[in-house]
Structure formats: structure tokens, C-alpha cells
């Protein structure tokens, strides 16, 4: 069964900075995409940043400058490092996984979300 666990979220004044981890396991044979999305109240779900397998990035053009997505393969975990929040950054933020898995014998692209971890910036 593939998992994500996210971590990291909390509260932070304007202007500071977090790092959210997203850690996966599971059986997964290769990844297409992974990125962080979020959600605020009254919002749909957006793209926050994604990196591609062949290390592409791209970010939502409010956060470009401010975010950096990166990981580590040897740990399955990527980051969300996030620097110079504002308080219209605060939202639920979701780890995202596109890959192509092992589910009962079962190989195939498939799409997976983590819990969400919030994240409130506020003075």
C-alpha cells in the first residue's frame, strides 16, 4: 500500500519560513510528478509546486521566489522549503504522488494524496 506522511506544518508570523517534508512509501516502480497543492477555506485545491521526474519544477506564480520544492531519493521524501510567508499562504497543503504502482498484482499509473498538514501565517 502506498503511502505519503506529511509533516511540518504550524504557525508562523509574516515573514518566516517553513519546511514541509513529504515522505513516501510503498510499492512504487517509478514517479512521474510530485508536488504540494493546498486549500484554504471557501478555495478549490491549487497547485503550489511540482517537480518532475526528469527534475523539472514549476510553481504557482505567487509563490515563485518565495518556494522551493526539492527532494531526496534516497529518503522518498520531498520538501516544500517556504520563505518570506504572507497570510494569504495559509491553507492545508497537500502532498501529491503520480507514479505508476504495485497495488494486489495490479501495475499501473496512479494518482495519491496525502493527509494535509496546515500551515497559518499570522502575527
Known amino acids: 500500500q502506498v503511502q505519503l506522511v506529511e509533516s511540518g506544518g504550524g504557525l508562523v508570523q509574516p515573514g518566516g519560513s517553513l519546511r514541509l517534508s513529504c515522505t513516501v512509501s510503498?510499492?512504487?516502480?517509478?514517479?512521474?510528478?510530485m508536488g504540494w497543492y493546498r486549500q484554504a477555506p471557501g478555495n478549490q485545491r491549487e497547485l503550489v509546486a511540482s517537480?518532475?521526474?526528469?527534475?523539472?519544477?514549476n510553481y504557482a506564480d505567487s509563490v515563485k521566489g518565495r518556494f522551493t520544492i526539492s527532494s531526496d531519493n534516497a529518503k522518498k521524501t520531498v520538501y516544500l522549503q517556504m520563505n518570506s510567508l504572507k497570510p494569504e499562504d495559509t491553507a492545508v497543503y497537500y502532498c501529491?504522488?503520480?507514479?505508476?504502482?504495485?497495488?494486489?498484482?495490479?501495475?499501473?499509473?496512479?494518482?495519491?494524496w496525502g493527509q494535509g498538514t496546515q500551515v497559518t501565517v499570522s502575527s
Open positions: 501529491n504522488l503520480d507514479a505508476v504502482t504495485e497495488v494486489s498484482r495490479s501495475v499501473r499509473r496512479r494518482d495519491y
Open positions: 510503498g510499492s512504487i516502480l517509478s514517479i512521474y510528478v
Open positions: 517537480m518532475h521526474s526528469v527534475g523539472t519544477t
